[in-house]
């Protein structure tokens, strides 16, 4: 079982990006995923979860009213939509299949992850 992340790159403070992840497999319908992100010299962090049906999200603090997660479970495909970037928000973004139904913000609780995608908001 493969995840496969895309959609990074770089754009100005305040600009948006649509981040996609493809599973290999239908397994994937059946279990809540998240994006997680990582700066460098800083640990991965929790961004956003959603569960198996897309029935229930959740975002960190920091991203909260600019981001949005979505899932298409008819084309193995989650998203997440970047609005109001900043600085702050550059890293490598980690798309994440989760062992259960929902999703979590501990990176314990996934057990499969894709390759990484890197975010750069220029100032």
């Known amino acids: 079982v493969q995840l496969q992340a895309s959609g990074g790159g770089l754009v100005q403070t305040g600009g948006s990006l649509r981040l996609s992840c493809a599973a290999s497999s239908r397994m994937f319908s059946n279990n809540g995923m998240g994006w997680f992100r990582q700066a460098p010299g800083k640990e991965r962090v929790f961004v956003a979860g959603?569960?198996?049906?897309?029935?229930?999200?959740f975002y960190a603090d920091s991203v909260k009213d600019r981001f949005t997660i979505s899932r298409d479970n008819a084309r193995n495909t989650m998203d997440l939509q970047m609005t109001g970037l900043t600085p702050e928000d550059t890293a490598v973004y980690y798309c994440?299949?989760?062992?259960?139904?929902?999703?979590?913000?501990?990176?314990?609780?996934?057990?499969?992850w894709g390759q990484g995608t890197q975010v750069t908001v220029s100032s």
């Open positions: 994440a299949g989760a062992r259960r139904a929902y999703s979590s913000r501990s990176t314990s609780d996934y057990n499969y």
């Open positions: 959603i569960s198996w049906n897309g029935g229930s999200t």
